[in-house]
């Protein structure tokens, strides 16, 4: 299966592509968290990418298209696929992924829009914190922890990612219309493209989805 989420920041692409992952066991491929570790290591790649990414603006395409390129060769995308979340974001990277996929003579299955009202998704991003030992995922009044500020599963310190910050929220929302929403009609035009609503609260998008693939006996 070889899929893409698509929408805007705070659509729950990551969240949902986790649990699309392990229950198909298919490879999840997400270019931010590709980046918050090259950022952690603090090489001058990681300085570069902290810079672009505080800021909320996009990390530029020949680094991106480079790293998810390189990625789609190994083994296990062969074997099983892949789900790709945050990426393509902008028009090239989108033709560089075709290109990629040409090259190893795949295509496309599905491409999934989850689109999202501003109102949640500033709610969903502002209140986010994730444990900084296993990268679960809380919010201050959705999903909260148990205690204040430490992960109910391995008791790691929760934190607020510096690009969920109201300010650097809306640079991102504004950058997302600038750029990756002309990616609805490239996926749109050549009817790759289902459409589910990023609004819905994780377990009922989860069920949308599983109409979607379960169908096809996939989950
Ligand atoms: P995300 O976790 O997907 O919201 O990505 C966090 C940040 O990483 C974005 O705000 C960008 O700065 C950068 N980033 C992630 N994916 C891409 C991409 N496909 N193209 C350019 N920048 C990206």
Redesign the pocket.
Known sequence: MRLVLLGP?GAGK?TQAKVLSNKLRIPHI???DI?REVKASESELGKKLSD??NR????PDEI?NQIVTDRLQRDDVKDAGFILD????TRP?AEALDRALEDIGIHLDSVIYMKTSKRIILSRLTGRRICKACGSIFHIKNIPPKQEGVCDYCEGELYQRD?DKEDTVLK?LQVYEDQTKELIDYYNDREALQTVSGDLDVRQLYDVLYELFGKEGLL
């Open positions: 920041p990551g997400s270019t931010g980046f672009y990414m909320g603006v996009l990390v991106v945050g990426y393509p974001r990277q690009d991102r």
